[in-house]
Protein backbone atom coordinates (compact mmCIF):
# COMPACT_ATOMS: atom_id res chain seq x y z
CA UNK A 1 0.00 0.00 0.00
CA UNK A 2 1.00 3.36 -0.78
CA UNK A 3 1.48 5.91 1.57
CA UNK A 4 1.29 9.62 0.11
CA UNK A 5 2.71 12.38 2.48
CA UNK A 6 1.49 16.34 2.04
CA UNK A 7 4.34 17.82 2.11
CA UNK A 8 4.19 21.12 0.20
CA UNK A 9 2.84 23.91 2.35
CA UNK A 10 4.47 27.14 3.35
CA UNK A 11 4.66 26.83 7.19
CA UNK A 12 4.18 30.26 7.84
CA UNK A 13 3.41 29.51 11.31
CA UNK A 14 7.09 28.48 11.89
CA UNK A 15 8.81 30.73 9.47
CA UNK A 16 11.73 31.59 11.14
CA UNK A 17 12.79 28.59 9.68
CA UNK A 18 10.84 27.42 7.21
CA UNK A 19 11.85 30.47 4.77
CA UNK A 20 14.75 28.27 4.09
CA UNK A 21 13.35 25.13 3.27
CA UNK A 22 9.33 23.48 3.65
CA UNK A 23 8.06 22.78 6.85
CA UNK A 24 8.46 19.08 6.35
CA UNK A 25 11.95 19.06 6.19
CA UNK A 26 12.27 20.68 9.26
CA UNK A 27 14.57 19.01 11.33
CA UNK A 28 13.78 16.72 15.43
CA UNK A 29 17.17 15.74 16.64
CA UNK A 30 19.18 15.82 13.00
CA UNK A 31 16.94 14.60 11.01
CA UNK A 32 13.66 15.74 8.98
CA UNK A 33 10.07 15.57 9.95
CA UNK A 34 9.51 13.91 7.13
CA UNK A 35 11.92 11.31 7.85
CA UNK A 36 10.47 10.34 11.21
CA UNK A 37 7.11 10.32 9.73
CA UNK A 38 8.82 7.82 6.81
CA UNK A 39 10.73 5.76 9.41
CA UNK A 40 7.29 4.94 11.38
CA UNK A 41 4.92 3.80 8.79
CA UNK A 42 8.19 1.37 7.26
CA UNK A 43 8.12 -0.06 10.94
CA UNK A 44 4.71 -1.78 9.85
CA UNK A 45 6.31 -2.65 6.30
CA UNK A 46 4.79 0.00 4.38
CA UNK A 47 7.93 1.35 2.22
CA UNK A 48 6.19 2.79 -1.08
CA UNK A 49 6.18 6.54 -0.57
CA UNK A 50 4.37 9.17 -2.74
CA UNK A 51 5.17 12.98 -1.88
CA UNK A 52 3.42 15.81 -2.60
CA UNK A 53 5.89 18.84 -2.64
CA UNK A 54 4.94 22.46 -3.70
CA UNK A 55 6.54 25.20 -1.61
CA UNK A 56 10.97 24.88 -2.10
CA UNK A 57 10.14 21.08 -3.76
CA UNK A 58 13.57 21.15 -5.12
CA UNK A 59 14.74 20.79 -0.96
CA UNK A 60 13.10 17.57 -0.66
CA UNK A 61 13.88 16.11 -4.29
CA UNK A 62 17.97 16.62 -3.10
CA UNK A 63 17.50 15.24 -0.02
CA UNK A 64 16.47 11.86 -1.19
CA UNK A 65 18.90 12.05 -4.76
CA UNK A 66 21.55 12.63 -1.78
CA UNK A 67 20.07 10.83 0.94
CA UNK A 68 22.61 7.79 -0.05
CA UNK A 69 25.35 10.07 0.59
CA UNK A 70 24.97 11.69 3.28
CA UNK A 71 23.50 9.31 5.55
CA UNK A 72 27.00 7.07 4.64
CA UNK A 73 30.55 7.25 5.51
CA UNK A 74 32.64 8.46 2.47
CA UNK A 75 36.15 8.91 0.85
CA UNK A 76 36.75 11.07 -1.82
CA UNK A 77 39.81 11.10 -3.99
CA UNK A 78 39.85 14.57 -5.50
CA UNK A 79 43.02 13.88 -7.05
CA UNK A 80 40.85 10.70 -9.21
CA UNK A 81 37.15 12.36 -8.87
CA UNK A 82 36.31 8.78 -7.12
CA UNK A 83 33.79 8.42 -4.25
CA UNK A 84 34.17 5.41 -1.67
CA UNK A 85 30.95 4.13 0.31
CA UNK A 86 31.82 2.58 3.10
CA UNK A 87 28.99 1.96 5.91
CA UNK A 88 26.40 2.60 3.23
CA UNK A 89 23.58 2.90 4.88
CA UNK A 90 19.98 3.46 2.88
CA UNK A 91 16.39 2.42 3.69
CA UNK A 92 14.00 0.14 2.36
CA UNK A 93 12.12 3.23 0.78
CA UNK A 94 10.39 3.67 -2.80
CA UNK A 95 10.14 7.69 -3.02
CA UNK A 96 8.28 9.47 -5.69
CA UNK A 97 8.33 13.15 -5.39
CA UNK A 98 5.39 14.79 -7.29
CA UNK A 99 5.92 18.42 -7.63
CA UNK A 100 1.85 19.61 -6.90
CA UNK A 101 2.21 23.36 -7.38
CA UNK A 102 2.94 26.21 -4.88
CA UNK A 103 -0.60 27.33 -4.06
CA UNK A 104 -2.47 24.10 -4.35
CA UNK A 105 -4.89 22.96 -1.92
CA UNK A 106 -4.50 19.80 -0.12
CA UNK A 107 -7.52 17.96 -2.03
CA UNK A 108 -5.89 19.16 -5.08
CA UNK A 109 -2.82 17.37 -4.41
CA UNK A 110 -4.62 14.11 -3.37
CA UNK A 111 -5.73 14.83 -6.89
CA UNK A 112 -2.85 15.32 -8.87
CA UNK A 113 -1.44 12.04 -7.77
CA UNK A 114 -4.00 9.61 -9.17
CA UNK A 115 -2.03 8.09 -11.63
CA UNK A 116 0.28 6.87 -9.07
CA UNK A 117 -2.54 5.10 -7.21
CA UNK A 118 -2.73 1.36 -8.61
CA UNK A 119 -4.11 -0.53 -5.50
CA UNK A 120 -7.72 -0.23 -4.16
CA UNK A 121 -6.91 2.06 -1.34
CA UNK A 122 -3.91 4.39 -0.12
CA UNK A 123 -2.41 6.00 3.36
CA UNK A 124 -2.63 10.08 2.98
CA UNK A 125 -1.04 11.63 5.67
CA UNK A 126 0.30 15.07 6.74
CA UNK A 127 4.00 16.05 6.78
CA UNK A 128 4.23 18.02 9.73
CA UNK A 129 2.27 15.46 12.14
CA UNK A 130 3.76 13.13 14.42
CA UNK A 131 1.68 9.84 16.17
CA UNK A 132 2.92 6.71 17.65
CA UNK A 133 -0.70 5.67 15.58
CA UNK A 134 -0.65 2.08 15.11
CA UNK A 135 -0.72 1.57 11.73
CA UNK A 136 -2.08 -1.64 11.86
CA UNK A 137 -5.17 -1.04 13.53
CA UNK A 138 -5.97 1.54 11.11
CA UNK A 139 -5.51 -0.64 8.34
CA UNK A 140 -8.09 -3.03 10.00
CA UNK A 141 -10.35 -0.81 10.83
CA UNK A 142 -10.58 0.30 7.47
CA UNK A 143 -10.49 -2.96 6.11
CA UNK A 144 -13.36 -4.41 8.00
CA UNK A 145 -15.73 -1.48 7.31
CA UNK A 146 -14.71 0.17 4.59
CA UNK A 147 -15.37 3.78 3.60
CA UNK A 148 -14.20 6.68 1.28
CA UNK A 149 -12.43 8.25 4.26
CA UNK A 150 -11.54 6.64 7.64
CA UNK A 151 -9.43 8.80 9.75
CA UNK A 152 -7.67 8.04 12.62
CA UNK A 153 -8.62 10.72 15.48
CA UNK A 154 -7.03 12.06 18.81
CA UNK A 155 -7.52 14.28 21.76
CA UNK A 156 -6.53 17.83 20.56
CA UNK A 157 -3.12 19.31 21.62
CA UNK A 158 -3.49 22.69 20.07
CA UNK A 159 -5.65 24.91 17.90
CA UNK A 160 -7.53 22.26 16.07
CA UNK A 161 -10.23 21.33 14.08
CA UNK A 162 -12.98 19.59 16.19
CA UNK A 163 -15.01 16.79 15.19
CA UNK A 164 -18.41 15.54 16.50
CA UNK A 165 -18.95 11.99 16.56
CA UNK A 166 -21.69 10.11 17.41
CA UNK A 167 -22.00 6.90 18.88
CA UNK A 168 -20.68 4.71 16.24
CA UNK A 169 -17.84 7.09 15.35
CA UNK A 170 -19.85 8.65 12.44
CA UNK A 171 -19.15 12.73 11.93
CA UNK A 172 -22.60 14.02 13.07
CA UNK A 173 -21.82 17.48 11.83
CA UNK A 174 -19.98 20.06 10.09
CA UNK A 175 -16.08 20.10 11.66
CA UNK A 176 -15.36 23.38 13.12
CA UNK A 177 -11.88 25.36 14.47
CA UNK A 178 -12.49 25.87 18.01
CA UNK A 179 -9.89 27.09 21.14
CA UNK A 180 -11.80 25.52 23.54
CA UNK A 181 -12.70 21.71 23.65
CA UNK A 182 -15.26 19.76 25.36
CA UNK A 183 -13.91 16.90 28.01
CA UNK A 184 -14.77 14.62 25.05
CA UNK A 185 -13.17 16.38 22.04
CA UNK A 186 -11.72 14.62 19.18
CA UNK A 187 -9.93 15.53 16.49
CA UNK A 188 -8.24 14.80 12.71
CA UNK A 189 -4.41 13.21 13.35
CA UNK A 190 -4.34 14.01 9.64
CA UNK A 191 -3.74 10.28 8.96
CA UNK A 192 -5.66 8.23 7.23
CA UNK A 193 -6.94 5.66 4.57
CA UNK A 194 -8.90 6.45 1.45
CA UNK A 195 -10.35 4.55 -1.25
CA UNK A 196 -9.33 4.96 -4.36
CA UNK A 197 -12.94 5.65 -5.48
CA UNK A 198 -12.20 8.85 -3.26
CA UNK A 199 -10.74 10.26 -6.93
CA UNK A 200 -14.44 10.60 -7.69
CA UNK A 201 -15.26 12.64 -4.95
CA UNK A 202 -12.42 15.55 -5.08
CA UNK A 203 -13.26 18.99 -6.34
CA UNK A 204 -11.19 21.56 -7.54
CA UNK A 205 -9.76 24.03 -4.82
CA UNK A 206 -10.94 22.35 -2.03
CA UNK A 207 -9.13 21.63 1.55
CA UNK A 208 -9.55 18.21 1.80
CA UNK A 209 -9.74 18.10 5.62
CA UNK A 210 -12.35 20.28 5.97
CA UNK A 211 -14.43 21.24 2.84
CA UNK A 212 -14.07 17.76 1.36
CA UNK A 213 -14.70 15.62 4.58
CA UNK A 214 -17.50 18.13 5.65
CA UNK A 215 -19.09 17.67 2.00
CA UNK A 216 -18.35 13.76 2.26
CA UNK A 217 -19.86 12.98 5.73
CA UNK A 218 -23.27 13.86 4.88
CA UNK A 219 -23.14 10.47 2.24
CA UNK A 220 -22.34 8.62 5.10
CA UNK A 221 -18.78 7.38 3.84
CA UNK A 222 -16.54 9.09 6.46
CA UNK A 223 -15.52 6.94 9.45
CA UNK A 224 -13.48 7.09 11.98
CA UNK A 225 -10.95 5.24 14.18
CA UNK A 226 -9.64 6.34 17.75
CA UNK A 227 -6.44 6.85 19.04
CA UNK A 228 -5.89 7.60 22.43
CA UNK A 229 -1.89 7.61 22.24
CA UNK A 230 0.75 10.43 21.00
CA UNK A 231 -0.59 12.73 18.36
CA UNK A 232 0.95 16.27 17.64
CA UNK A 233 1.74 18.44 14.48
CA UNK A 234 5.00 20.79 14.08
CA UNK A 235 2.77 24.56 13.94
CA UNK A 236 5.50 26.64 15.68
CA UNK A 237 9.28 27.11 16.69
CA UNK A 238 7.60 25.88 20.33
CA UNK A 239 6.34 22.88 19.42
CA UNK A 240 9.43 21.83 17.44
CA UNK A 241 11.75 22.73 20.43
CA UNK A 242 9.34 20.18 22.58
CA UNK A 243 9.41 17.56 20.10
CA UNK A 244 13.31 18.28 19.55
CA UNK A 245 13.44 17.81 23.73
CA UNK A 246 11.69 14.54 23.21
CA UNK A 247 13.78 13.47 20.73
CA UNK A 248 17.19 14.03 22.69
CA UNK A 249 16.03 13.06 26.01
CA UNK A 250 15.14 9.59 24.64
CA UNK A 251 10.91 10.18 25.65
CA UNK A 252 9.99 10.68 22.18
CA UNK A 253 6.68 8.16 21.60
CA UNK A 254 6.54 8.39 17.92
CA UNK A 255 10.13 5.94 17.71
CA UNK A 256 8.29 2.81 17.38
CA UNK A 257 11.36 1.30 15.60
Known amino acids: ?49 IICTGYKAEAVKEYFLDYYIYSSDITVDLQKNDIIIHNKVSEPWKVTVVDTGLNATTGERIRKIQKYITEEAFIVCYGDCITDLNITGLLNAYKENPHL ?23 SSDIVLENNYEADAWVNTCHMVLSKEIFSY ?56
Request: aromatic share 10%.
Open 202 to 257: LAPKESFETTTINRLRKTRRVATYKHEGFWMPMETVRDKLFLDELWETGNAPWKVW
Open 149 to 171: VTLAVARPSGRNAVLNLDACGNL
Open 1 to 49: MKVVILAGGFGTRISEESHLKPKPMLEIGGKPILWHIMKSYSSYGLNDF
